[in-house]
């Protein structure tokens, strides 16, 4: 396919890169399932004393294994991670034993290829649709990892972090800069306030770097909104899930989806929100 057709026709591109999204998105379901899994062999191996009883290490990674069923361990052929359309062909269940197959893999796909498709339509062919594709991705990764570990990861929010500030060398690097610190300073205030005045933790580090990539991807302007909204948001989650679930107020809630959305959110329309706030 040539290039400049991509360019040239805004919905071939926003097609090509929803494609390209859900593939992505089959890929962010390895990361979201393996990642804690491989930071946790670490942590493990580190306290470990190396001696002649520690036997041999199988390779655990994001490229080997391959991905098998987790009841009777078939290994998943080429044909059947296919995204989102192998769960409709295989109606969510796995073609050797009859295993359910969890709904979100496919919604993780799904979610990815839609915002990635977005993404091109909203920015157009160029290099900021690049970079906010990057940040999409990530943000999705990190959502679902918190939500099932409660852990941001170093290996995908530090990296984001240092590739925001690169994204913005010839756009506006001083904004980025500051807001890589304000995003991180702002949530470390919070912490220690929180700490000193409770003996608890009221989040972890992990939400400091998360938003401080955030702050390197969007600028120190942006920042407001999207502690504004992760807020809200996260406050009127946690209000629902303590009157309808009955979940008591010590259970820790991850902060890190929300405060993705809140990226998300301001990237795609921040300026159009600040706009209408300032008239």
Known sequence: MDVSMLESSPPLFAAVCAVVGLMVGSFLNVVIYRLPKMIEHDWKKQCETLDAKAGAETSFNLIVPRSRCDSCGHPVASIE?????????????????????PLRTAI???????????????????????????????????????????????????????????????ADLHSAVIGAAAGYLSLWSIYWLFKLTTKKEGMGHGDFKLLAAIGAWLGWSQLPLVILASSVVGASIGILMILLAKQGRDTPIPFGPYLAGGGLIAMFWGKDIARAYLG
């Open 81 to 101: 991670n296919i995204p989102v359309l192998s769960y409709i062909f295989l109606r969510g269940k796995c073609r050797h034993c009859g295993a359910a197959i």
């Open 108 to 170: 993780i796909e799904a979610m990815t290829g839609i915002i990635s498709g977005f993404v091109a339509w909203r920015f157009g062919f160029g290099m900021e649709t690049a970079g906010a594709l990057i940040f999409v991705w990530a943000m999705i990764a990190l959502a679902f990892i918190d939500i099932d570990t409660q852990l941001l990861p170093d290996v995908i929010t530090l990296p984001l972090l240092w590739t925001g500030l690169l994204f913005n060398l010839d």
